[in-house]
């Protein structure tokens, strides 16, 4: 095992319900993965599926070359409202066509009944891919509801994340282009790729098993990437890949700008077509180590360049249900690259 990336596989007991004519309602408790880590890479698109989907349809095609020599990570799939399934031809038809659509209706347009429950018509697509056990494979996307006159921090999220086993099979480099590739053909506002933290359930849930670990190695996000967030333009933290599009790279003055402002020595920016750039924090995504006075210089420095285009903090309602404790610890993550 590399040292540069801990395992963290956490387990724990979750209850679940399921009902039978005979039996009733039967509770069990079986126990499950409730964090682990992997990498992570997202886009944040401020754009409708019918601009975009061809390429996300590029995206989904570079991921699944990468896990070509890995079956599992395309076992089961979810797609507009369709309960979990093995992935079949009819997944595939169902997913393919989310992906070709055919005409641009605006929510403005819909009927009544159509609007009451617009997600639930398929208004806003989305479909996900995954492993039939914890292994960290997954690929989702999910477009915003199409309107013309969109929310202001509306997006379309694409999100990937992957074993730090496959990082560690494959390489950096093999992981940076991956990113580079999903993300050629899409106009994004923002992106990262990275190593992360994924949990069962929420953050704060969680925040008792997750604080010996985040509070160590910083380099650890966890964060999640979800549509519900209203990312708009700004960016979700620092990250190993920082991909940077407009207005926020226009308004740091461009690549040729930004550049000039990073003088850690691992630090590079590459420009980008259409206006969009990447900054990566050295040659592969680091956990950092404070017990070991590895505090990730480089991605303090970009942190501050970046700080005020930062989306706000996210757990902000914890103090209305008494957790004011635990809201005050995950600020000082949040900004653990900052203070």
């Keep these: 095992m590399d040292a540069r ?24 408790i079986e126990e499950r993965l409730l964090v682990r880590d992997l990498v992570r890479i997202a886009f944040f698109i401020p754009h409708d599926n019918f601009d975009i989907a061809a390429g996300v349809s590029h995206a989904l095609d570079s991921y699944l070359r990468a896990v070509e020599s890995h079956p599992e990570a395309r076992a089961l799939y979810t797609c ?11 997944g595939w038809e169902l997913i393919r066509r989310t992906l070709a659509p055919q005409e641009r209706r605006y929510f403005e347009d819909y009927t009544p009944d159509e609007a009451f429950y617009p997600e639930k018509d398929g208004a806003d697509p989305y479909f996900s891919l995954y492993a039939n056990d914890d292994s960290g494979f997954y690929f989702g996307y999910h477009a915003r509801i199409p309107s013309r006159q969109p929310p202001r921090n509306s997006v379309s999220v ?23 590739d999903m993300g050629s053909r899409l106009p994004f506002a923002s992106g990262h790729a990275g190593l992360a933290l994924s949990t069962w359930s ?27 967030d209203h990312m708009g333009t700004r960016v979700d933290g620092i990250h190993w890949l920082n991909f940077l599009g407009q207005p926020v790279l226009g308004e740091l003055g461009g690549a040729a700008s930004l550049r000039a402002r990073l003088q850690a020595p691992t630090t590079t920016v590459q420009e980008l077509d259409s206006g969009r750039a990447v900054v990566t924090l050295g040659p592969s995504p680091e956990p950092g180590d404070l017990v070991q006075g590895r505090d990730l210089p480089a991605y303090r420095e970009l942190a501050r360049v970046l700080e005020r285009w930062q989306e706000p903090f996210p757990w902000g309602t914890l103090h209305r249900q008494g957790r004011s404790g635990e809201e005050e610890e995950l600020r000082r993550w949040w900004r653990r690259f900052l203070d």
Excluded: M, N
Excluded at 5 to 18: E, L
Excluded at 158 to 180: K, S
């Design 202 to 228: 929420s953050v704060e849930e969680q925040l008792e098993r997750l604080r010996p670990i985040i509070f160590r190695h910083p380099g650890f996000d966890i964060r999640e990437a979800s549509i519900h």
């Design 158 to 180: 694409l999100r990937v994340t992957l074993p730090t086993e496959f990082l560690e099979e494959r390489g950096q480099d093999f992981i940076r282009e991956l990113a580079l």
């Design 80 to 90: 507009c409202y369709w309960e979990p399934s093995r992935l079949d031809d009819r």
């Design 5 to 28: 990336y801990p395992r963290v596989r956490i387990t724990g007991p979750i209850k679940s319900k399921s009902w039978h004519p005979d039996t009733g309602v039967v509770e069990r």
